[in-house]
């Protein structure tokens, strides 16, 4: 079932970018009108596709999935973006697309497979550190709404949400026990600060309201073509919503590096809460690009990797529901783009999720992998990961800053075994 799966997510992904139906990256969305209106060659299109995406398959991808052993979605959409981008016009690019994008999907899950096997033959198995990578984003993902705050309305009011965060994790974890009869619930500490934090972000940006005064532009009124056109294609949209949504639910995919940590730490409402969060943060650059473009997202504004782990096990109701989520979401485009504009704060307070959760992301996969790679050598694994991170930062084309940490950590790994072969390291337990 996995490998099926994922051949049709793979092929249908590359097939809605072939016909400029949908794209997974934000920054190849606005480019799209200038192919489809011919103001854009196919080579042309092609070639940006792949400078856009990629180094962020290879570099940011690929190396998260090994880390948790469950896959990235950036790894598959960003190459079925390129893929349906240099696969040509008409029905032979249609098919070419398909049955390269179907043979990527099948790469992705039998690769990564291969390679995790393959790492647990070498003489060092450095992959129960390299789990490690993921550690302190539980933890640290709850500081993204208290820094969004702080991006949005200042260091004091972002110290202020920072402190109710602390506060409530620290009141769960004492007397978040709650017993019925025979039975115990056990709140998750780290859950409810996220939960906290998020209330009070909202709370801040929805009491700041649009200037009556102000100019405006309508944007429904001005891209209506455009909007039919995401509306004409709803039903195969929805098909790629409800297959992403049940891949999901069997832990195949993940969303994001920080719900695929969770996710592979058993943590499914922590990751449902995290998928949720970083869905609102998507709703208004998915909702105007596509309003502007005519052009949607394969997985839409992500909600349905929320549904995805919520109903993990449940492949044909996570299907049904991601469906129906992408119909909703395509319904909603237009009511959502003018409430956005009654509301400018929400559509900054996105702006700046987007960029807070990058920025936590940043250091917690930096300092992740720093204790992973420290944890199959001590000092060692300090000294190459940080080296790694400085040099990155010199380079002429680097890494983006939240994949150093896990790739250094996999060199690490990789390291530690030449050097066991050359009687130059000796394993920790052996020590």
Same mark, same amino acid.
């Given at each position: 079932m996995k490998i099926i799966l994922m051949a049709i997510i793979g092929a249908l992904a590359a097939i809605l970018a072939n016909k400029g139906v949908a794209v997974f990256n934000d920054g190849l969305r606005p480019i799209m009108p200038e192919f489809l209106e011919g103001r854009m060659d196919r080579k042309a299109l092609a070639a940006t596709s792949f400078a856009m995406s990629f180094g962020l398959v290879i570099g940011f991808g690929i190396p998260i999935s090994l880390a948790a052993t469950i896959i990235l979605i950036h790894s598959v959409l960003l190459a079925t973006d390129i893929i349906g981008t240099w696969a040509p016009d008409g029905k032979k690019g249609l098919a070419i697309a398909g049955v390269v994008g179907a043979l990527w999907g099948v790469g992705i899950v039998t690769g990564l497979e291969f390679i995790v096997k393959l790492f647990k033959l070498l003489p060092v198995n450095f992959l129960p550190s390299l789990g490690m990578v993921g550690t302190p984003i539980v933890a640290a993902f709850c500081v993204f709404p208290a820094l969004t705050v702080a991006y949005q309305y200042g260091f004091k009011k972002?110290?202020?949400?920072?402190?109710?965060?602390?506060?409530?994790?620290?009141?769960?974890?004492?007397? /978040?026990? $709650?017993?019925?009869?025979?039975?115990?619930? &056990?709140?998750?500490?780290?859950?409810?600060?996220?939960?906290?934090?998020?209330?009070?972000?909202?709370?801040?940006?929805?009491?700041?309201?649009?200037?009556?005064?102000?100019?405006?532009?309508?944007?429904?009124?001005?891209?209506?073509?455009?909007?039919?056109?995401?509306?004409?294609?709803?039903?195969?949209?929805?098909?790629? /919503?409800?297959?992403?949504?049940?891949?999901? &639910?069997?832990?195949?995919?993940?969303?994001? +590096?920080?719900?695929?940590?969770?996710?592979a730490k058993q943590k499914f409402t922590e990751?449902?809460?995290?998928?949720?969060?970083?869905?609102?943060?998507? $709703?208004?650059?998915?909702?105007?690009?596509?309003?502007?473009? /005519?052009?949607? &997202?394969?997985?839409?504004?992500?909600?349905?990797?929320?549904? /995805?782990?919520?109903?993990?096990?449940?492949?044909?109701?996570?299907?049904?529901?991601?469906?129906?989520?992408?119909?909703?979401?395509?319904?909603?485009?237009?009511?959502?783009?003018?409430?956005?504009?009654?509301? +400018?704060?929400?559509?900054?307070?996105?702006?700046?999720?987007?960029?807070?959760?990058?920025?936590?992301?940043?250091?917690?996969?930096?300092?992740?992998?720093?204790?992973?790679?420290?944890?199959?050598?001590?000092?060692?694994?300090?000294?190459?990961?940080?080296?790694?991170?400085?040099?990155?930062?010199?380079?002429?084309?680097?890494?983006v800053t939240m994949a150093v940490g896990p790739v250094g950590a996999i060199f690490v790994g990789v390291l530690i075994n030449i050097l066991y072969v050359a009687g130059l390291y000796l394993p920790v337990a052996a020590k």
């Open positions: 972002g110290g202020l949400t920072l402190l109710i965060t602390f506060l409530v994790r620290q009141f769960i974890q004492y007397y /978040g026990k $709650i017993s019925f009869e025979t039975s115990k619930i &056990s709140l998750n500490p780290e859950g409810m600060a996220l939960l906290a934090g998020m209330i009070v972000m909202l709370w801040f940006a929805s009491r700041e309201k649009a200037d009556p005064n102000a100019a405006s532009v309508d944007l429904v009124s001005l891209f209506a073509e455009r909007v039919k056109r995401i509306r004409k294609n709803i039903v195969i949209l929805a098909i790629m /919503g409800g297959l992403v949504a049940a891949a999901t &639910s069997l832990l195949i995919l993940a969303g994001d +590096p920080i719900s695929l940590n969770l996710i990751a449902a809460l995290t998928a949720f969060a970083r869905g609102i943060g998507f $709703i208004p650059l998915v909702a105007t690009t596509a309003i502007a473009t /005519g052009v949607y &997202s394969p997985i839409g504004m992500t909600f349905i990797f929320t549904i /995805g782990i919520l109903m993990a096990g449940n492949p044909v109701v996570a299907f049904v529901l991601g469906a129906l989520c992408i119909c909703v979401e395509v319904a909603l485009l237009t009511f959502l783009a003018r409430f956005l504009d009654q509301f +400018p704060g929400m559509r900054k307070c996105a702006d700046n999720i987007r960029t807070a959760m990058t920025k936590i992301l940043d250091v917690a996969l930096l300092v992740g992998g720093m204790m992973a790679a420290n944890a199959m050598a001590p000092g060692l694994g300090f000294l190459l990961v940080v080296g790694l991170f400085a040099l990155n930062q010199t380079a002429k084309h680097p890494l």
